[in-house]
């Protein structure tokens, strides 16, 4: 499952770079696909934090740690492209900037960002991650997003 997460992403972003992209094509839909190797990250981050109770995690566990590590990159990057990607549709293609249900498709995104890089940090003994945990936690709900 984990390898097929990361071969859409790079299916998505070799379509993103090398087709046409209309501001109509291009959805807030599209921030699905950051939640889901958010999820593949919360994953990996739960086996590690309970890996030595497990005899075949503890022999996988270099492996398993650059994984998790690689696919919560995978997502961090995912996030400023997005963005960019949201002030070209909306700022220099002029595309109507109005309320449609498919920009919470957003939302848990962030959240599962945030879920994700909390066990992460704490496996990978990264503390200087945390706050960045806390931050995608409370942007959604900010009355401005």
């Given amino acids: 499952m984990r ?4 071969l859409i992403i790079s299916l998505i ?3 993103f770079t090398f087709f046409p992209l209309t501001s109509e094509e291009f959805n807030p839909l599209y921030w699905i696909n950051m939640g889901a190797i958010a999820i593949t990250t919360l994953a990996g981050a739960t086996l590690i ?13 270099p492996f398993l740690k650059g994984f998790t590590l690689f696919c919560w990159i995978t997502a961090t990057w995912w996030i400023p492209l997005l963005l960019i990607l949201m002030v070209w549709r909306h700022g220099f293609r002029k595309y109507p900037l109005r309320y449609d249900p498919e920009y919470w498709g957003a939302v848990f995104p962030l959240g599962m960002y945030s879920v994700g890089t909390y066990p992460l940090a704490k ?7 945390l706050p960045l945990s806390r931050c995608f936690f409370i942007l959604p709900w900010h009355p401005g997003f």
């Fill in 13 to 15: 972003f070799y379509r």
């Fill in 3 to 6: 390898n097929a997460v990361a």
């Fill in 49 to 61: 934090l309970i890996s030595s109770q497990w005899p075949f995690l503890q022999e996988i566990l």
């Fill in 123 to 129: 496996a990978a003994e990264l503390s200087f991650l």
